[in-house]
């Protein structure tokens, strides 16, 4: 088979002959110079576009000891998910008890 088809010729592969043929028309070939190249300007960077839930939670070193409250920011939609990592990121902080305050949307 032909590596290099002309587009009459892949239109007659896939549809079929037409009952009123017409004279295969060569497409011109046409090439890019480096003066009509598209140079696409930068952007940039926008804010998160990734939904952010934010996970208060009130934190202690030692059972009934002093309270802290430890603020911490998901991108995830899953409200279980977040308070994971909210829990987790107050275990590497060294906390040992702690009480979810509350997750809202930002």
Do not use: W
């Not at 003066?35 to 576009?49: E, M, N």
């Amino acid at each position: 088979m032909k590596e290099n088809l002309s587009e009459e010729e892949m239109r007659q592969a896939l549809f079929g002959t037409e009952s009123n043929e017409s004279v295969p028309c060569e497409a011109p070939v046409s090439s890019v110079t480096s003066d009509q190249q598209h140079v696409s300007k930068s952007r940039k960077a926008s804010a998160s576009l990734s939904p952010t839930l934010r996970v208060t939670l009130r934190v202690t070193r030692e059972f009934e000891g002093d309270a802290e409250q430890l603020i911490y920011d998901a991108n995830t939609l899953s409200t279980l998910i977040a308070e994971q990592e909210a829990k987790a990121e107050a275990k590497k902080k060294k906390f040992k008890y702690f009480e979810l305050v509350s997750i809202k949307p930002i």
